[in-house]
């Protein structure tokens, strides 16, 4: 009869301890044989953001640090840096992490949005009849789970009163909301950042011209001890420049 052997409650704080430390080596090793920055930076990313502002801007990355390898964790909730192999990460949110690196990228902007056939068949939001509209709502970020929070804190800013929670869509990717409202099933409130090649491309059009600054931001965090990797600043500072 063979017995098991379970970790006490010491022993897995032990483990997870010991973990870090072996990866924290690894990585240094890895630094000190790949300052030509070789080697794989594993980056943890919400879908949306990923979609629809990274992927079209890593062509440029790749062409200026050939021989590093990206590794996507592609998710919407928080990383745990102690637990997984994720050296950096970037949120859509408000909340402040005091035992990490946090550095902000960029400001959002609010602005509800259609297809152009959309638009064509109900007026702006100032006019016509907003009970006729169909809503698409998201919810993908670390801070906003109300899926009707980013249209409340629209109307807030505007002075309007608007049935959102009228007839509606409802999903938890900000991607599939996008590309419901290009399919012409309902308006959706966009964030601008993310949206802006859409709209130059006249693919989405505002229903109405008036924004609403968004609480939440894009953060880039890390644990402190990656932010003197070579590997790390590269992708950092490049990032930081696309951003401005």
Not at 158 to 185: C, K, T, W
Request: aromatic share 10%.
């Amino acid at each position: 009869m063979t017995r098991k052997l379970a970790l006490t409650e010491e022993g897995k704080r032990l483990l997870a301890t010991l973990s870090h430390s072996l990866r924290a080596i690894n990585d240094e090793i890895e630094d000190i044989r790949d300052q030509d920055l070789r080697g794989t930076l594993h980056i943890g990313i919400a879908p949306t953001l990923a979609h629809l502002w990274l992927m079209p801007r890593l062509p440029r990355f790749q062409a200026q640090w050939p021989g590093l390898n990206l590794q996507f964790r592609v998710r919407a909730g928080v990383m745990d840096f102690n637990e997984e192999r994720v050296d950096l990460a970037i949120y859509y949110g408000a909340t402040r992490y005091p035992d990490l690196y946090q550095q902000r990228l960029m400001a959002e902007s609010l602005l509800p949005v259609c297809s152009p056939r959309y638009r064509q068949q109900y007026r702006p939001l100032s006019g016509g009849d907003p009970a006729a509209l169909v809503w698409i709502h998201a919810c993908e970020s670390t801070d906003v789970q109300d899926q009707f929070a980013e249209w409340r804190l629209w109307c807030q800013h505007n002075g309007q009163a608007l049935p959102f929670d009228g007839r509606y869509y409802a999903v938890n990717n900000h991607s599939l909301a996008i590309e419901m409202a290009l399919n012409g099933l309902g308006v959706v409130m966009g964030r601008k950042t993310l949206i802006q090649p859409l709209l130059d491309a006249g693919r989405l059009v505002a229903l109405s011209e008036n924004e609403a600054p968004s609480p939440f931001g894009y953060d880039l965090i890390c644990p402190q001890e990656n932010r003197s990797r070579p590997r790390f600043r590269a992708f950092s500072e490049w990032l930081a420049a696309e951003c401005a």
